[in-house]
């Protein structure tokens, strides 16, 4: 992805330096998520997935929450810690299942399945974590379903890819929003196949946004974490990342003698890249530090409302020791 122009004309150190200092002076925590560019994740004070993420922010003691991520993660981060001021370096950082899933399209599309109960991935906005009844990330998401009886009838939104997946292995028939990540969904088996094909030696991991052909393919299927952790005990040299470019990077810290390669999304790149999370960088992260903007605000109602599902999944993961 290309470097956007800078507009403080400071270097990079300097920026590191500056931000540091912020954090102390202001009593903030810097949260960043997997996808975020490395010297962000390098300074963070917690590098992690959505779930690991939402625990941080739930038990976090500071003034202010920095989070290095997109909007859905900063006002989940918001919303369990109320009381703190939470910022996002850009705003326009979204997500493409987020913006899939509008708080009006879904309230009609519930309304068709008055007797099914909502499970919705993280990736969705506070309005649609009113609508829910349960929150789960990709950490979690098949153990929550199965905690419940095989014939509860279920919504899941907004992500059809891990909705089907979870079907599939579950042997449930959830009713599905039919969202996608633009990131994973575009990843085909076609490239996949060609990259085992150059590379027989490797294994595949896959996160359960992507497709089901895809999926079908792969050697382990998990979150970020879950698949940092897994190439981490693994006994393989070489891997096909089937996500996001950003995670290659505590990968490669964590197995530095291990080969990594990432699914691309075309011929034209050898990245797989999410726009949203790209448009944080150091410089716009020290200028929100520093001017303490933009801030992510809630209405109260919106705060309680969405704070039961997300608490929920905290809690039952605890229970089933998913966080640790
Ligand atoms: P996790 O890091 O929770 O697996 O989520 C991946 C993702 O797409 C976040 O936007
Ligand atoms: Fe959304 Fe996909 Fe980007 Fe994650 S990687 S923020 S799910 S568009």
């Known amino acids: 992805m290309k470097k956007e122009a800078s507009v403080t004309g400071i270097s990079d150190m300097e920026l590191v330096e500056k931000i540091l ?14 996808y975020q560019v490395p010297e962000i994740q390098d300074i963070a004070d917690y590098v992690g997935d959505s779930l690991g ?3 941080k922010a739930a038990a976090s003691n500071v003034d202010m929450i920095v989070f290095a991520g997109v909007h859905f993660m900063a006002e989940t981060a918001k919303i369990l810690s109320s009381d703190t001021k939470v910022i996002l370096p850009d705003l326009e950082a979204g997500c493409s299942l987020a913006a899939s899933c509008p708080k ?14 909502v499970i919705s991935y993280i990736n969705c906005t506070a309005d649609i974590k009113t609508l829910s009844d349960l929150i789960c990330t990709s950490g979690n998401a098949v153990q929550l379903v199965e905690s419940f009886p095989k014939d509860k009838k279920i919504i899941f939104a907004p992500d059809k890819n891990l ?37 027989p030696d490797a294994k595949l991991i896959a996160h359960p946004e992507c497709k089901a052909p895809v999926l079908e393919l792969a050697d382990y299927i998990g979150s970020t974490t879950a698949m940092l952790n897994f190439t981490g005990k693994d006994n393989s040299k070489k891997y096909i990342v089937a996500t996001e470019t950003g995670i290659l990077h505590q ?27 790209k448009l944080n960088t150091l410089e716009k992260l020290y200028l929100c530090m520093e001017n303490e903007s933009p801030e992510i605000l809630l209405s109260d109602e919106v705060i309680s409302k969405a704070q039961v599902p997300i608490k929920k999944m905290l809690d039952m993961s605890k229970n089933l020791n998913l966080i640790k």
């Open 21 to 34: 200092n912020l954090k102390q002076q202001k009593n903030a925590v810097l949260l960043a998520h997997f």
């Open 251 to 277: 990968m490669r810290k964590n197995s530095p003698e291990k080969e990594f390669l990432i699914v691309p999304t075309d011929e034209t790149c050898s990245c797989n890249d999410c726009q949203y999370m």
């Open 53 to 55: 993420l939402a625990q």
């Open 163 to 199: 909705g089907g997946y979870i079907n599939r292995i579950t042997g449930r028939n959830m009713i599905l929003w039919d969202g996608t990540c633009e990131v994973h969904d575009v990843l085909s088996t076609e490239t996949v196949i060609q990259l085992k094909v150059e590379n």
């Open 104 to 117: 009006d399209k879904f309230s009609e599309f519930k309304a068709k399945y008055p007797e099914h109960i």
